[in-house]
């Protein structure tokens, strides 16, 4: 396999990180050993094969990652993957708190961006739940009965705005704080806008 080739634009990024700059700086060249393509994407390093996401690197205060896409679809025989949290559908984490575990790791590190590579070049997809499978908490059926223009205007929100909102609202214990999250946001749903618009 070709060695990815290190994109300069990228270069300023990595030489002004104060925090996990050697852990980086080795997880850029164990990836690009593996011919992939260096982007910059959601603000951080993104690794491409045939314009298909594969994994990035990026820190957190107490590690630093590779953030595998697709990950759900890897057999992780490792049992290294880690999933976010548990609204996180396909991405899936390998964690890393020194260079030593990263280096010790390398020849684990590219197999599984091997197989990454060919869960994308085999096209295979994330079965992502539906939004019919989230439970719309009652605060938010309630609005929906009080005002019928915005049960219309949230489902036409694409489904991803529908999902946020959803766990968004479900999230308190209280109906109190569900009522007055969905209050905050009739606005927002009347204004076909998702939550973080």
């Not at 609204?87 to 990454?116: G, H, P």
């Not at 908490?137 to 915005?150: R, S, T």
């Not at 999250?181 to 806008?193: D, M, N, P, S, T």
Request: charged residues 30%; negative net charge; hydrophobic residues 35%.
């Amino acid at each position: 396999m070709t060695k990815g080739e290190r994109n300069p634009k990228i270069d300023p990024y990595f030489n002004k990180l104060k925090k996990w700059k050697e852990e980086f700086e080795l997880l850029r060249d164990i990836v690009l050993d593996c011919g992939m393509t260096e982007d910059f994407k959601w603000m951080h390093p993104c690794y491409t094969f045939d314009n298909k996401n594969i994994v990035l690197i990026h820190g957190f205060k107490d590690y630093c990652a590779l953030l595998f896409h697709k990950g759900a679809l890897l057999k992780d025989p490792h049992g290294i993957l880690i999933q976010q949290t548990e609204n996180v559908q396909a991405a899936r984490q390998i964690r890393f708190t020194n260079v030593q575990d990263i280096d010790e790791m390398q020849l684990i590190l590219k197999s599984y961006i091997d197989e990454a590579i060919e869960v994308e070049k085999a096209g295979l997809q994330v079965n992502y739940k539906k939004n019919t499978e989230y439970i719309i908490p009652e605060e938010l059926e309630n609005k929906f009965v009080e005002i019928p223009d915005l049960k219309t205007a949230f489902e036409e929100l694409t489904p991803g705005r529908q999902r946020a909102y959803i766990l968004h609202f479900s999230a308190p214990k209280q109906s109190k704080t569900r009522e007055s999250r969905v209050e905050k946001y009739i606005a927002h749903i009347l204004g076909g806008k998702g939550k973080d618009d």
